[in-house]
């Protein structure tokens, strides 16, 4: 059985398409292991699953909105940017939210 606080996120040898190893540095997978520990998550590959989910989402849903102003001629004004980031809590530089 394997112990899912301490599962690996490398692919056993032999692993099918759709596997992945993925490298993350040791205090976020510390922070991963604790979560899973007081059980906030199924294991480590689940939470990274999900949050890889995310993210994927989150740029496809840019991607349509960015599309969408190019077919439209024009883009959002600066002011209108800065209010959505505003609300959002998404920093300027990188689109991420903000700590």
Do not use: C
Not at 46 to 51: F, I, K, S
Not at 64 to 91: N, T, Y
């Amino acid at each position: 059985m394997t112990d899912r606080a301490n599962s690996s996120l490398n692919p056993p040898a032999g692993a099918g398409a759709g596997r992945s190893g993925v490298t993350l540095g040791a205090d976020q997978l510390e922070q991963i292991r604790r979560l899973v520990a007081v059980g906030r998550a199924p294991s480590v590959d689940e939470y990274v699953a999900a949050a890889v989910a995310e993210r994927l989402e989150r740029d496809r849903s840019l991607t349509e909105l960015q599309d969408l102003f190019e077919r439209k001629g024009h883009a959002p004004s600066a002011e209108h940017l800065a209010w959505a980031r505003e609300v959002l809590g998404v920093d300027d530089r990188d689109g991420e939210g903000r700590a």
